[in-house]
């Protein structure tokens, strides 16, 4: 019974590794292509059609690939050292591993950008603009 | 069960890099648009070269970094950011947003008169 159950596991890994490997390659090659329009990833409507590159889009967009390749890392390694402890300590059931704990700095961090993106924001549309000055004052 | 760890291991690793070298090449071959990254703009649509943003930039890109040499020295958890990391953040973006909210006050000011 526990062997099927095993099978059954693997084939799910096997089925959901493949599925996962071949939305990636699809969405890449498109992105290769030209189907998916990266052009406007980190910029923000001005007025204008072509819009301008955003600072804090760009800051969240690195930050992003930060914490993703850490997380992975982090997954991966933590696996690795609980399939060498499992050799070692087989007495002591099945261990899994957890996922990490993201530390308050980190979240301090993606704060500070996300609050400095949001002020940015309200100065932005406060300001007047060359549309405002032409236009007629309200009675 | 192993083999099925490496292939999990390796293919969210290309997965990964191919995505990093997608958006990193297309940044470098015009694909994604970064015209203005470092040009403040007033409200009456001229652009003016930002300092404030250079500095952003650059206090992003050294965070990023040694939060990665963090992680690849010990990968076991998310190591913790100190807190001069944080403040020295935190007083970029200040320096940023000071920067915009002086461009936006004389452009408010200039536009009253």
């Known amino acids: ?139 | 069960m192993s083999f099925l760890m490496n292939l999990i291991y390796w293919e969210t690793l290309l997965i990964l890099f191919a995505l990093l070298a997608t958006v990193v090449g297309q940044l470098f071959s015009g694909g994604i648009n970064t015209q203005g990254l470092l040009l403040g703009r007033t409200g009456n649509g001229n652009t003016y070269f930002s300092p404030e943003r250079v500095q952003l930039l650059l206090i992003t890109l050294a965070a990023a970094f040694q939060y990665v040499n963090a992680v690849l020295h010990k990968p076991t958890t998310f190591p913790e950011v100190s807190g001069t990391w944080l403040a020295l953040l935190g007083s970029s973006h200040a320096v940023y947003l000071g920067g915009k909210f002086g461009a936006a006050f004389l452009t408010r000011r200039n536009s009253s008169n």
Do not use: H
């Open chain 1, 1 to 139: 019974m526990a062997s099927s159950l095993q099978w059954l596991e693997l084939l799910i890994g096997y089925v959901v590794c493949i599925a996962v490997g071949l939305f990636a390659l699809v969405v890449i090659w498109k992105i290769l292509k030209g189907d998916i329009d990266l052009n406007l990833l980190i910029s923000e409507k001005t007025g204008d059609k072509t819009g301008s590159a955003s600072m804090s889009r760009f800051q969240l967009l690195i930050f992003t690939f930060v914490i993703a390749l850490s997380f992975f890392l982090i997954v991966i390694s933590n696996a690795k050292l609980l399939q060498t402890d499992a050799n070692v300590k087989r007495t002591q059931g099945p261990m899994m591993p957890g996922l990490p704990e993201i530390p308050g700095g980190v979240l301090g961090l993606l704060g500070i950008s996300a609050s400095s993106y949001t002020v940015s924001k309200a100065i932005q549309s406060n300001t007047p603009t060359k549309d405002d000055a032409g236009a007629p004052k309200a009675p």
